[in-house]
C-alpha cells in the first residue's frame, strides 16, 4: 500500500491528529529548576534520552533521515524504557515514507509498553495510512477505551468509522471535539476518500 493513493485534502485530515498526542507526552517539562547546561556555563553533560530525541527530530525534519536514525537505534540500545524513544522512531521512519517499518518499530514499543495509548493511537495512524482500516479500528478503539476524553483519540475514531462507512458513530464522536461546520466537511471528506481505500486493498 502507498500513502501517495490517498487524496491530499484527507492526508491533511489526518495530519491534524497524526502526532500531536506525540508532542504532548515528550512537551511535558518538570517545574524543578534545571542545572546550567553548558552553553550558560555548566558542566558538559551527557547526552541523555530527551536531547538526543529532540536533536533525531531536529535532523529529521531537515532531511537527515539517515542520521536520524543512527541516533535513533543508539536511543533503543541505550534507553529502551524511554517512551519517545518508539514515538520518535516511527516518526522518522513515516518522514521517510517507511509505514511497514514504522508499525513494526511501534511494535517494538508496545512489547515493552503494553498498550500504551499514545503508541496505540500512533500504530493506528500508520495503519490507517497503509490502507488497513480493520486494523486501525482496533488500535483508536483501544486508545479511545483508555482515555474517551482526549481529543485525539476521539477525533481518530470518528476518521476511521466515517471511512467504514459508520457516518452516524463518527457525525456523534466529530461532535464532541470539533464544531458542526468541521463534522459536516470532515463527513464529506470521509465519503469522498472511501473508494480511494477500497481501492488501495483490491
Known amino acids: ?45 551527557m547526552a541523555n534520552a530527551d536531547t538526543m530525541q529532540m536533536t533525531a527530530r531536529v535532523l529529521a525534519t531537515k532531511g537527515r533521515t539517515e542520521q536520524a536514525g543512527f541516533l535513533l537505534n543508539r536511543m533503543i540500545a541505550e534507553f ?40 496505540v493511537n500512533n500504530r493506528g495512524m500508520c495503519h490507517l495510512l497503509a490502507a488497513d482500516i480493520p486494523a486501525a479500528t482496533r488500535d483508536f478503539e483501544t486508545a479511545y477505551a483508555a482515555d474517551p476524553a482526549d481529543a485525539d483519540y ?7 468509522k466515517a471511512l467504514a462507512g459508520d457516518e452516524a458513530e463518527a457525525t456523534q464522536l466529530w461532535n464532541r471535539v470539533v464544531p458542526p461546520s468541521d463534522v459536516e466537511s470532515n463527513i464529506t471528506l470521509s465519503r469522498s476518500a472511501r473508494a480511494k481505500f477500497k481501492a488501495a486493498n483490491q
Not at 23 to 42: I, N, R, Y
Not at 99 to 119: C, H
Open 80 to 119: 529502551p524504557d524511554h517512551l519517545g524513544t518508539y514515538t520518535e522512531g516511527a516518526e522518522v521512519l513515516l518522514i521517510e515514507g517507511r509505514v511497514t517499518e514504522a508499525i513494526k518499530w511501534l511494535d517494538r514499543g508496545l512489547a515493552r509498553f503494553p498498550n500504551q495509548p499514545i503508541l
Open 1 to 45: 500500500m502507498h500513502t501517495r493513493n490517498m487524496p491530499t485534502s484527507l492526508m491533511k485530515l489526518l495530519a491534524v491528529s497524526a502526532f500531536a498526542s506525540v508532542l504532548l507526552a515528550v512537551g511535558c517539562q518538570s517545574t524543578e529548576e534545571k542545572p546550567k547546561d553548558w552553553f550558560e556555563g555548566g558542566p558538559m553533560q
Open 154 to 160: 476521539v477525533s481518530n475514531l470518528a476518521l476511521v
